[in-house]
Antibody, heavy 121, light 109 residues
């Protein structure tokens, strides 16, 4: 069965960086891309970006350009999301989600359990 | 950037009643529209994709309709486990650039 298992909760100080991992199993990792989505406390879902696990191509949300980097390690079927220069409003649960290809476009189907990142001095 | 607007923000419904949720896109997304259900402390779950196709394992009481800029999610007879927040999402881009609506909370009346 498809599973995405994320790394544990993190507490960071403003200005620091965080790197969240997402280990995939139950499918061929390089056949599907991974999106990252975050959710601030009590708020809605915000898409952060996408990475192809096949060739490493990325597409980042404009508001995070320059602060976010998404990578994959195909040897361990793991995707990573690094966010730098953390601010208090980056406090959120961060999710990874697998591509779900449909006719002509791609959404997401399986999601990780989420990783809480708290930014506080 | 495509903006997704959901209404209402909160919907109060009695168990067994019908719930109708709306989602509007700022420009056409064709049928590249998905609906997700999220319960407290859980990741979102895909309900509908392609505006009207139920995902695997989703009960028939959930149905989606619409195309272009106007979409609807209908829950025909609300069960206790359906009280949750529902998000629409457009995915009409390559490479993927997903946009979510602000969500509709379906609560017990």
């Amino acid at each position: 069965q498809v599973q995405l298992v994320q790394s544990g909760a993190e507490v960071k100080k403003p200005g620091a960086s965080v790197k969240v991992s997402c280990k995939a199993s139950g499918y061929t990792f390089t056949s599907y891309g991974i999106s990252w989505v975050r959710q601030a406390p009590g708020q809605g879902l915000e898409w952060m970006g996408w990475i192809s696990a096949y060739n490493g191509n990325t597409n980042y949300a404009q508001k995070l350009q320059g602060r976010v980097t998404m990578t994959t390690d195909t040897s361990t079927s793991t995707a990573y999301m690094e966010l730098r220069s953390l601010r208090s409003d980056d406090t959120a649960v961060y999710y990874c989600a697998r591509d779900f290809p449909t006719v002509g476009a791609t959404t997401t189907d399986y999601w990780g359990q989420g990783t809480l990142v708290t930014v506080s001095s | 950037e495509i903006v997704m607007t959901q209404s209402p923000a909160t919907l109060s419904v009695s168990p067994g009643e019908r719930a109708t949720l709306s989602c509007r896109a700022s420009q056409s997304v064709s049928s590249n529209l998905a609906w997700y259900q999220q319960k407290p402390g859980q990741a979102p779950r895909l309900l509908i994709y392609g505006a009207s196709t139920r995902a695997t394992g989703i009960p028939a009481r959930f149905s989606g309709s619409g195309s272009g800029t106007e979409f609807t999610l209908t829950i025909s007879s609300l069960q206790s486990e359906d009280f949750a927040v529902y998000y629409c999402q457009q995915y009409n881009n390559w490479p993927p650039l997903l946009t979510f609506g602000g969500g509709t909370k379906v609560e017990i009346k």
